[in-house]
């Protein structure tokens, strides 16, 4: 397999890390790998979707592009920052000590798999932060200081996800914080760069892929369960429980699909948002993991066990997403309302 070819498979989740040594790869392969970039998609459709809502809103102007192209990098150097520090703190906090954890047992720890020592991973989320830090800079001589208050939080997040005396994924906000990233934060901010302003539609227009967003750091808690509780991590699903939690889950699949019905329906976004309800299949499958036991053992041809409900979270919510984005293109295109 090519270097692209691997770089595809890491991307896009399927590249199976028992099959070579991390030390063996490519330079590009390892950052892949240690940023965790298989969920980078998260942040590119927010990020799309502010664009695509400013379009919408003032139209297509040819100086879009480069402030677009460099809120995109910030958040994705955000996002890579957010992870490696978070690797970093587990390790240093005791979560991720063992190569019997959850986190190296479906993608290789960039410390533990011997990638990098701690200092270096630190290292290189300081200097992820500090290219999302000069491109904020930018944004805040375009903009104004308000620009800031968008970077400060992101940062205070990035900072207390994993970090701090008590980091917020270890009490329960975990969830809660990554719906405010990925929505009013991301999709809100990316609007604000781009116009100067932030109506209250375009908050409102973020929900549905905030939750679905949200959904998927659910269904990797659900499958951390029993490696979180003895160590007292405390996300939402180790303090509710895997049944009421699986409920939980599936009412915030419920409140996607029904915020983009309420969004077409109020005339706040164009018919097109109703290709999102093209993903009910995976959604359907969704439903029918979650209504059966995780399996003992690893099933045949699965490629990151021990994750099982976060595979189908993710695909659902790369569906969705996908849906989501392409609505907003042909509202752009040709905006019909009801």
């Not at 190569?99 to 410390?111: E, L």
């Not at 104004?144 to 994993?162: C, E």
């Not at 995976?282 to 099982?308: D, H, K, T």
Request: net charge positive; hydrophobic share 50%; aromatic share 14%.
């Amino acid at each position: 397999m090519g270097r692209l070819g691997t770089w595809y498979k890491i991307l896009n989740g399927t590249y199976d890390t028992n099959s070579e040594p991390v030390q063996n790869l490519d330079l590009v392969s390892r950052w892949l790998i240690a940023t965790r970039s298989v969920v980078f998609v998260m942040t590119v459709n927010s990020v799309i979707i502010g664009g695509l809502l400013y379009l919408l809103y003032a139209g297509f102007r040819l100086g879009f592009l480069l402030p677009f192209f460099l809120v995109l990098v910030g958040l994705v150097t955000a996002h890579a920052a957010s992870n490696l520090f978070n690797d970093y703190w587990d390790a240093k906090h005791g979560i991720d000590t063992s190569q019997d954890y959850f986190r190296p047992a479906y993608m290789p720890h960039p410390t533990l798999s011997g990638m990098m020592s701690p200092r270096g991973l630190f290292s290189l989320g300081f200097v992820h932060l500090l290219l999302m830090i000069t491109i904020t800079a930018y944004f805040v001589e375009v903009r104004g200081p308000l620009v800031l208050v968008f970077a400060g939080l992101g940062v205070l997040f990035l900072t207390l996800y994993a970090g701090g005396p008590a980091p917020l994924k270890r009490v329960g906000l975990g969830e809660p914080t990554v719906f405010v990233v990925w929505g009013p934060l991301m999709v809100g901010g990316t609007f604000f760069v781009l116009s100067g302003t932030l109506p209250l539609w375009v908050i409102v227009a973020s929900i549905p892929y905030a939750v679905s967003v949200t959904t998927v750091l659910f269904g990797k808690h659900i499958d951390k369960i029993d490696y979180d509780t003895p160590l007292g991590v405390k996300t939402v699903p180790v303090l509710l429980g895997e049944r009421t939690t699986k409920t939980v889950l599936k009412a915030l699949i419920v409140i996607a699909y029904a915020s983009v019905v309420g969004l077409v329906a109020t005339r706040y976004l164009p018919v097109w948002s109703l290709l999102s309800l093209l993903a009910l299949p995976r959604a359907n499958q969704l439903f029918r993991a979650l209504s059966e036991p995780r399996p003992r053992e690893r099933p045949p041809g699965a490629v990151m066990w021990p994750i099982w409900y976060l595979g189908f979270v993710f695909n659902h919510n790369r569906r969705f997403g996908a849906l989501y984005v392409l609505g907003l293109i042909l509202s752009v295109l040709l905006p019909i309302y009801i």
